[in-house]
């Protein structure tokens, strides 16, 4: 199992991947990847990273878990391809959107590459998983890297917005620079909390406004069809 990281972001974590631990979760993956059916494919593992480069990212969209059915995971948070069915949580991110921005009209399907893009970051803590089993490869590795790719983004950026959704992400801002970077937080878009506040919390506009204040482009949410 090798991490494939393009140039920069590979330059920005190389103190990190000479860690002991980052070896025993490349056996760990080796031996999954094996026995198991995993997701998302290994050669998707790092997909955020490619579609997002380092010195681009405006916004940070963080997801838990891939999915975990087959055909779902493409290595961005909660993002699905062209084809399979729209899971529960993105259909509440779309309906948030529409409640958000009048214009925008829902898709009919779950690709967010053109987030990804425009420089959305759509990071999943965990960046595999096996099949029909959630949280299978939690705590083996992978929470430690990603919070450090948060604590790099954070310690070397400015002005990139955080959306965190749900317990798990809420507790990530103790490794943001609040001075630097701006939160924004809400319950996750799950059916089971997303009507206590998700869907109606703006934060897409309210990401743009941030954007916007600072110069920058703002990110066009609308998906291609």
């Not at 995993?38 to 997002?52: G, V």
């Amino acid at each position: 199992m090798e991490f494939e990281l393009n140039e920069k972001w590979r330059e920005v974590l190389k103190d990190e991947l000479k860690q002991p631990y980052i070896e025993d979760l490349k056996k760990f993956l080796d031996k999954e990847y094996n026995e198991y059916t995993i997701f998302p494919p290994d050669n998707l593992i790092f997909e955020a990273f490619k579609e997002t480069p380092f010195n681009k990212v405006k916004a940070v969209i963080l997801g838990q878990d891939p999915y975990h059915k087959v055909g779902q995971a493409r290595g961005l948070a909660f993002s699905v391809p062209k084809g399979i069915k729209i899971p529960p949580s993105l259909r509440n991110i779309y309906k948030a959107l529409k409640n958000d921005i009048e214009d925008f009209q829902i898709p009919l399907h779950g690709d967010l590459s053109s987030w990804a893009e425009q420089g959305v970051l759509l990071l999943n803590t965990t960046l595999t998983v096996r099949e029909n089993q959630a949280g299978s490869h939690q705590k083996h590795g992978w929470e430690r890297f990603t919070d450090k790719v948060i604590q790099i983004l954070s310690n070397n950026q400015e002005g990139i917005v955080f959306l965190l959704w749900g317990n798990p992400a809420k507790e990530k801002i103790k490794l943001i620079d609040t001075n630097k970077h701006y939160i924004l937080t809400a319950v996750h878009p799950s059916p089971l909390s997303a009507h206590n506040g998700f869907l109606t919390c703006k934060h897409f506009s309210s990401t743009n406004e941030f954007l916007i204040k600072q110069g920058k482009t703002p990110i066009d949410w609308q998906i291609p069809s």
